[in-house]
């Protein structure tokens, strides 16, 4: 690798370890000398390398001499207040349509709280099933670069 290449590199893995240091879980994507792509939770981090805890809690170190671009999650506020947002305004449209029901009015007027609990488990229930099999967890995350030394 050429002096210039390290030096970047190296400056970008300094960095992570001042991000290791304010959060606790530092999401990170590596780009490999081979063209292959490391993603996963920072462990370590030092001018010569990087550590990541991969998918299934399998840990993996990455030699700088192999690490050709660095990015690391950051999440989009915007976009996660934009999500709160909505649920909100969805959950109070169910109950508002739930209690607008002729056969579940007279019930869910006299046990509002248990209706409300019942929605808003099923929400945060929905919402987890969401980030895990769609690309929602995607949207809410913004990669930014550290360092990119491609050829």
Do not use: C
């Amino acid at each position: 690798m050429l002096p210039a290449r390290r030096q970047a590199i190296s400056e970008a893995l300094v960095a992570v370890t001042a991000l290791r240091e304010r959060d606790t879980e530092v999401r990170i994507r590596v780009g490999l000398a081979n063209g292959s792509v490391a993603d996963g939770f920072l462990l370590s981090a030092t001018p010569h390398g990087v550590s990541l805890r991969m998918p299934h809690a399998r840990a993996e170190h990455f030699p700088a001499e192999q690490i050709r671009s660095l990015h690391v999650a950051t999440p989009r506020r915007g976009r996660e207040w934009a999500l709160a947002g909505v649920g909100i305004v969805g959950a109070t449209a169910a109950l508002v349509g739930l209690v607008s029901l002729p056969v579940l009015g007279p019930y869910l007027r006299t046990h509002g709280q248990t209706a409300f609990r019942i929605v808003f488990y099923l929400g945060v229930g929905l919402l987890v099933v969401l980030l895990a099999k769609t690309e929602l967890r995607d949207w809410l995350t913004r990669w930014e670069t550290l360092a990119d030394v491609r050829d």
